[in-house]
């Protein structure tokens, strides 16, 4: 058996990766030409990582990840071993031949983790092939957790991914009281506005998300976003208002599903309810667009996901985040 490093996708590899995609593994099946954007396009500042065990022309295994120039970081994508080859320490040895081809003189750590710009999607199991877009760790259902757990990756963190069925979305009944209350200091809820809004920057960098900002900065930038959620707290004048939180923007992605940037609340404008003000907006707004459904994920311990549940989102798979420390 030959481990191989490929820099583009061969009709093997790619039909051993459909072969599992969605019946062993979560991961959304991809056609051909997204198989190979996926796993061998160029995405600026990483270096991706394609390894095959191939046995007489047939792929038994394949593992990919990528690595960050310059960083002290390398992430581990995928990793399969077809099941007549299973037992006989393959997966292991990919494993090894994959952190070896992704280690630099700067490497300090292998991580399975949301961080990886290679993410693959996935389907959320038990619906109508509704998926998301990207994993956010190590699927803790399925067999590769202890797998890697036993090859010395340890958790260190843990994310929820929600799901909800938007067509019977209805919007909590304590919401009018939370809008009322949020009005009486000024507060309320809207579409972004740029003759009306200020402080969007600002707002932004209270937060914290580089993430966040640069979705937010290039929807306010540009002509033709998609609707933007805004909180707001007005001026005395009533002419302007301070933004200070966000959600959205409001957008249906051509799967059907409720697109989302994020969900943030400047620190100084929080415990008003302003985050779930916005949030059940972003749901109704959604739902009149047409979208199916929403997914998205949050940290087991983000105060989130007490929003998400108010909205009757329920965690639809556990991922946790694994590293392995290079001794
Ligand atoms: C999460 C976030 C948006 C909440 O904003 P907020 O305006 O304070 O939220 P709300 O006032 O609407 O609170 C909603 C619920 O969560 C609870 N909650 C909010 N922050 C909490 C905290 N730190 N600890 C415990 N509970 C909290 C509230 O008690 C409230 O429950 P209730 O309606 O039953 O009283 C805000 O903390 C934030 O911007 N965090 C950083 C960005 C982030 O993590 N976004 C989510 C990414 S997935």
């Given at each position: 058996m030959d481990v191989i490093r490929l820099n583009s996708g061969t009709d093997p590899v790619y039909q051993l990766f459909c072969e599992y995609a969605e019946s062993e593994c979560i991961y959304r099946r991809l056609e051909r030409a997204e198989f190979e954007e996926r796993f061998f396009a160029t995405v600026e500042g990483y270096e991706k990582v394609f390894l095959c065990a191939e046995n007489a022309g047939a792929a038994a295994g394949i593992a990919a990840g990528c690595i960050k120039l310059g960083g002290d970081v390398s992430y581990v994508t995928a990793l399969l071993v077809a099941r007549e080859y299973r037992g006989m320490g393959l997966g292991s040895a990919l494993l090894s031949a994959l952190e070896a081809a992704m280690k630099t003189p700067d490497t300090k750590k292998y991580e399975f983790s949301f961080y990886n710009p290679q993410s693959l999607p996935w389907i959320v199991p038990?619906?109508?092939?509704?998926?998301?877009?990207?994993?956010?760790?190590?699927?803790?259902?399925?067999?590769g957790y202890i797998f890697m757990k036993n090859a010395g990756y340890r958790d260190y963190a843990y994310q929820n991914a929600y799901y909800h069925k938007l067509d019977g979305y209805v919007t909590p009944p304590d919401i009018t009281e939370k809008e009322f209350s949020a009005a009486k200091l000024g507060y309320s809820v809207t579409y972004y506005d740029k003759d009306r809004h200020y402080g969007v920057a600002e707002c932004m960098d209270a937060i914290g998300s580089p993430g966040f900002k640069s979705a937010v900065m290039n929807n306010v930038c540009s002509e033709n976003a998609p609707p933007l959620i805004v909180a707001e707290l007005a001026d005395p004048d009533g002419a302007h208002a301070r933004m200070v939180g966000f959600t959205g923007p409001v957008f249906v992605q051509p799967s059907g599903r409720g697109y989302l940037a994020g969900l943030g609340v400047h620190p100084d404008h929080r415990g008003h309810g302003l985050g779930k003000l916005l949030f059940c907006r972003l749901c109704r707004a959604l739902k009149d667009e047409g979208a199916d459904f929403m997914t998205l994920f949050t940290g087991e311990t983000n105060p989130a996901r007490n929003i998400y549940e108010a909205a009757g989102m329920h965690v639809a798979r556990c991922f946790s985040c694994m590293r392995k420390a290079i001794k």
């Open positions: 038990g619906t109508p092939r509704h998926d998301h877009p990207g994993y956010p760790g190590m699927d803790m259902h399925g067999d």
